[in-house]
């Protein structure tokens, strides 16, 4: 009996143990952190940036980021491809422009905006993107229905 009584005493304390281990092992859930992206532009703000031959440009592309973010020097090659005498593009780099960080509120780089004439981002995009994906959505904002059909961009091939 005093055996039997033993017996069910350590098999109590083992799952007491594997029930505080399994526990300690499985985590929390990471917070899901929500970072800020502006609605609104004033273009005033990005004129001194903006390359003479885009000044009268009717979008404009905005890329925070920072000179320590490797995404970054990624974003600004693919993004400087668009640059034209439509879209003008800025790098607003933290360390050279950090008013205007605080300004928008940009908490997290890199981060692109497209703009349009009065200001309002109309696409958006946080951290990397392909290059494919940035053009196609600078397309489809310029000009609606430059993707084809919906759903047309998003197949497995």
Do not use: N
């Amino acid at each position: 009996m005093d055996r039997l009584l033993l017996a069910l005493a350590i098999v109590a304390v083992a799952a007491v143990v594997a029930v505080v281990v399994r526990r300690r092992r499985s985590p929390d859930a990471p917070t899901q952190t929500q970072h800020h992206v502006p609605d609104q532009l004033d273009r005033a703000d990005f004129a001194p940036l903006v390359a003479p031959s885009s000044a009268g440009a009717e979008w404009l592309l905005v890329i925070f980021t920072s000179a320590t973010c490797h995404t970054c020097a990624d974003m600004r090659t693919k993004a400087a491809a668009l640059a034209s005498p439509q879209v003008a593009v800025v790098d607003v780099e933290y360390g050279a422009q950090k008013a205007l960080h605080e300004r928008y509120r940009i908490d997290a780089v890199p981060t692109t905006v497209l703009a349009d004439a009065d200001g309002v981002v109309r696409a958006s995009f946080l951290g990397r993107v392909s290059a494919t994906d940035l053009w196609a959505e600078v397309a489809e904002v310029r000009e609606p229905g430059s993707r084809g059909p919906a759903g047309c961009d998003r197949h497995d091939g």
